[in-house]
């Protein structure tokens, strides 16, 4: 799989603490788009070189498919 420019792989550890700061709930990380996202907020946020941007302002919002 080839890497975006700039992204870094997401420490485990740090996956395990991160909760979403909408609803304090679980984050999923998704390698490919490098964002967390949390299925009950509906928000994707992004993660540049290797650090999670956890401002709701910067989230994107994840659409129906």
Do not use: H, N
Not at 38 to 61: H, N
């Amino acid at each position: 799989m080839e890497k975006k420019p700039g992204s870094r792989e997401i420490d485990a550890k740090l996956l395990e603490v991160l909760v979403c700061p909408v609803t304090k709930g679980p984050l999923s990380y998704d390698r490919e788009r490098q964002e967390l996202t949390s299925a009950k907020a509906r928000l994707a946020f992004p993660i540049r070189d290797g650090i999670p941007i956890m401002l709701p302002d910067e989230a994107r919002t994840i659409e129906d498919d």
